[in-house]
């Protein structure tokens, strides 16, 4: 398969998750169309301001064998996507969302005050010590990696310790 | 590889010495100038038809009057050697005017007390020299001695009955040695607080700019992680060149790793201040202008 040249905007992604669900993706998005070992596994949820990253992380993560990611640049941007967020199994959240915004905390709460059951990962770049990243830490439903993550640990997350997918 | 152990720049007088040191000698000068312009006239009726010792004072009026000029002049930059010269220059003629005044109420057969003026100066200079103790134990060491020399030289002891001179002279000395030691101590202590304070206060500075520096670097160098690790997927054929890569990454990493050496350092005063580096970046570059501007001036 060959990878899609131009760069794919932010909230495509989302279509991306549910053209893949229903089975009615374009041929041009054929880079998540592909079959990969372990088959369908988990939709993810990642919330990230910066937007080439917000666009790796996705594409890492569909690489390792998530079935869809929903991405979004802004709290309200992933509220917009309340439904598909919602069922994603695992959220991926950068702490700090820019200057006087809500951050990923916020975010946090959100989800799991709407329901959201899944898995939880926090990451920040910023330094432990800062109140919204020790709030983070002192979550026990989540994890908090520190920027710049290994690869190999971000793809774990969306991998079995035996090497297979997450169903 | 030899090492260079960076020395410590030689401590800047700060603008607080200077400004203490001006305000001392500014006021010994001021109150010499009236207490002697007062004196020419007691002195005046005192010493009915000897013009010497208002002479003397009005010439310690004049070195006065050009002493505040001077003083005036240099307010903002006058160093505390210039003050600390000042206080000793208006000081040190008060040991003639004080030995002629002497030697003339001695010589006039009326009560007087002697000494009165040495016991005063050497409490003034106790409180007023500049922070230094070289000048103002000098200063009283000098006064102490001449009360001394006067009392003994002029026979007081045989002509006053006073038995507790000179010795109580003596202890207004070490009262105003106590006083100058009393001051320059806690001038000290202040000293090395503010320094503490400016020590600390640069580090949280650093620490901000550690900060912000790895946190504006993080989320590209997440980027470049996983640009790396979907390449190593898709592009085996440049493996060797991916390596180097992540060698470069492997670098960067471990260099914001050491930065956040700094974190503990911060004290962050609000769940709502800003994480947002740029911010932090434009604020220490405000700072840094300020500080500038301030030191060009």
Redesign the interface.
């Known amino acids: 398969m060959t990878?899609v040249s131009k760069p794919v905007p932010a909230m495509m992604w989302t279509n991306v998750g549910v053209a893949l669900k229903q089975g009615t993706l374009p041929g041009s998005w054929g880079l998540y169309d592909r079959q990969r070992p372990g088959g369908d596994v988990q939709r993810v949820l990642v919330l990230e301001d910066?937007d080439?990253?917000r666009t790796?992380?996705c594409?890492?993560l569909v690489?390792s064998g998530a079935q869809a990611c929903v991405s979004a640049a802004s709290f309200e941007a992933m509220v917009r996507q309340q439904e598909q967020v919602l069922q994603c199994e695992l959220a991926l959240l950068d702490v700090?969302l820019?200057?006087?915004v809500p951050s990923g905390l916020d975010a946090y709460h959100w989800l799991r005050e709407n329901g959201f059951e899944g898995r939880v990962v926090f990451?920040t770049?910023?330094?432990?010590?800062?109140?919204?990243v020790r709030?983070a830490h002192e979550l026990t439903q989540a994890r908090v990696l520190?920027?710049?993550?290994?690869?190999?640990e971000?793809?774990a997350l969306v991998r079995k310790p035996d090497g297979s997918h997450d169903a | 590889m030899a090492h260079t152990t960076p020395s410590a720049p030689p401590l800047r007088e700060t603008d607080e010495q200077r400004a203490r040191a001006w305000w001392g000698a500014f006021f010994a000068t001021a109150l010499t100038l009236l207490g002697e312009v007062a004196y020419i006239f007691i002195d005046w009726r005192v010493h009915a038809g000897d013009l010497t010792l208002p002479t003397l004072r009005a010439l310690h009026v004049l070195e006065a009057v050009g002493l505040l000029a001077l003083l005036v002049a240099r307010r903002r930059t006058a160093s505390s050697q210039l003050s600390a010269g000042v206080f000793t220059a208006v000081a040190l003629p008060y040991l003639i005017i004080f030995a002629v005044a002497e030697v003339a109420m001695a010589a006039l057969g009326h009560v007087w007390l002697p000494l009165t003026g040495h016991r005063l100066l050497m409490l003034g200079i106790g409180m007023l020299a500049p922070a230094g103790l070289k000048v103002g134990l000098g200063l009283i060491g000098a006064f102490a001695l001449e009360s001394v020399l006067l009392w003994y030289g002029l026979a007081l002891d045989e002509r006053l009955d006073m038995p507790w001179e000179p010795w109580i002279t003596l202890v207004w000395g070490g009262t105003g040695c106590g006083l100058l030691v009393f001051r320059v101590r806690t001038w000290r202590i202040e000293q090395r607080l503010q320094k503490a304070r400016a020590e600390a206060e640069s580090l949280e500075r650093v620490a901000r700019l550690f900060?912000a520096m790895?946190?504006a670097?993080?989320?590209?160098?997440?980027?470049?992680?996983?640009?790396?690790?979907?390449l190593q997927?898709?592009s085996p054929e440049n493996a060797a060149l991916l390596v180097t890569m992540e060698r470069a990454?492997s670098r960067l990493?471990s260099l914001?790793v050491r930065m956040?050496i700094a974190?503990?350092l911060?004290d962050?005063d609000?769940?709502e201040?800003?994480?947002?580096a740029?911010?932090v970046l434009r604020n220490l570059e405000e700072s840094l202008t300020r500080e500038l501007e301030r030191r060009r001036h």
């Open positions: 990878r910066d080439d990253l790796l992380l594409d890492l690489a700090n820019g200057a006087r990451l770049g910023h330094a432990r010590s800062h109140p919204l709030q520190s920027k710049p993550v290994n690869a190999k971000l793809m | 900060l790895r946190d670097a993080n989320t590209p160098l997440q980027s470049l992680e996983v640009g790396v690790s979907l997927q898709r990454l990493r914001t956040a974190d503990p911060l962050w609000s769940e201040e800003s994480i947002d740029e911010e």
